[in-house]
Nanobody, 115 residues
Framework: VQLVESGGGLVQAGGSLRLSCAAS????????MGWYRQAPGKQRESVAT????????SYADAVKGRFAISRDNAKNTMYLQMNSLKPEDTAVYYC?????????WGQGTQVTVSS
């Protein structure tokens, strides 16, 4: 499975961004998907996850009510809509999927929120 993220960039506080994660390869075997982020000097943390059918989502407390995860299985693409962005959301955002018990990661996309 190969993953390519896009949609990161520089935005002012209060603004919005939409991240995309396009999957290719053995996509039929993908089940759970999610977004993680890693800020400078901090450990990578889970932001949001979504089940294979898209019916169950979960969010980190820090982003609840502001971020929304979704997936389009027909396009093998996952999204993260990020609203009301804060400077503390600044990080490299990574796409993650699980397939046959193996975790796959994208290369990451930088999100920078200025105050």
């Amino acid at each position: 499975v190969q993953l390519v993220e896009s949609g990161g960039g520089l935005v002012q506080a209060g603004g919005s961004l939409r991240l995309s994660c396009a999957a290719s390869g053995s996509t039929f075997s993908i089940n759970a998907m999610g977004w993680y982020r890693q800020a400078p000097g901090k450990q990578r943390e889970s932001v949001a996850t979504i089940t294979s059918g898209g019916g169950i989502t979960s969010y980190a407390d820090a982003v609840k009510g502001r971020f929304a995860i979704s997936r389009d299985n027909a396009k093998n693409t996952m999204y993260l809509q990020m609203n009301s962005l804060k400077p503390e959301d600044t990080a490299v955002y990574y796409c993650n999927v699980w397939s046959w018990g193996v975790a796959y990661w994208g290369q990451g996309t930088q999100v920078t929120v200025s105050s």
